[in-house]
């Protein structure tokens, strides 16, 4: 038995650091029957109580409690009336971040491999092209065929031998914000390199980023985009592919 009169409260109002707000309202009733078919429960349920402008309803749920009934309504948008700006867009958000990784390659794309070759006395192998790296230490000078004309050092063990890959930096920058409408523009320059980001990125001496696809999400009254950016090598992505003005000249 329910005494008074129910009310819609509160039970949850967030908003995050884009300001997309999540907004939890609920509200305790009490059915006129306890044997009500689920069409009689849907009739007799209250009504979507009023909310402000920058929020839709976008989620309701309703459950028994306590001999009772409770319903929940989820809104999602952003905070005020809807039409003032209240949320950070492309020009102003702080919500972004690099998150690195190591990517596992090929010896052959580190910088140095032909001095390492030299070195270590390695050499390509024309069948498979693989890396053949001798078990010890080369002496003296090596050919571009192979160790043929080199002596082996048999007391020091070649650091090189079975190295066919090595650890390279990686990493993905991304930059989070909202806005009232999906731009036109936003898959522009998706697979190419850009050369300006929004935000903060970190420096790379050497290496440029590649712009991947956006994420984006419709958040009750708003968009809440991600974009991303992929972190090149040393020497940066390959221009015939993935400079625009390059590859749309060819």
Do not use: C
């Amino acid at each position: 038995m329910i005494y008074g009169t129910p009310i819609v409260t509160r039970a949850d109002d967030q908003t995050d650091r884009i300001g997309v707000r999540t907004l939890l309202l609920q509200q305790t009733w009490e059915a006129s029957r306890s044997d009500l078919s689920q069409a009689e429960i849907d009739a007799e349920k209250p009504g979507i109580p009023a909310v402000p402008g920058g929020v839709l309803l976008i989620g309701e749920q309703t459950r028994p409690f306590g001999g009772s009934y409770k319903t929940l309504w989820t809104f999602e948008g952003i905070n005020g009336d809807g039409k003032s700006v209240t949320f950070k867009d492309r020009t102003n958000s702080l919500d972004y971040g690099f998150e690195p990784g190591m990517a596992q390659v090929s010896i052959k794309l580190l910088s140095k491999f032909q001095a390492l070759l030299t070195k270590y006395g390695g050499f390509l192998d024309p069948d498979s092209g693989n890396v053949i790296w001798p078990p010890t230490l080369p002496t003296g000078n090596t050919s571009s065929s192979g160790l043929s004309a080199a002596r082996q050092d048999a007391t020091k063990t070649n650091p090189m031998f079975g190295i066919e890959d090595w650890f390279r930096l990686d990493g993905t920058y991304r930059f989070r914000y909202a806005a009232t409408q999906m731009s036109n523009s936003l898959f522009d320059g998706v697979e190419f390199i850009s050369h300006s980001l929004p935000g903060q990125p970190p420096h790379f001496e050497g290496r440029n980023w590649l712009k991947a696809a956006p994420l984006v999400r419709r958040r009750g009254t708003i968009f809440d985009i991600t974009e991303y950016y992929w972190l090149s090598g040393p020497g940066g992505w390959p221009s015939p592919i993935y400079d625009f003005e390059v590859w749309s000249s060819l």
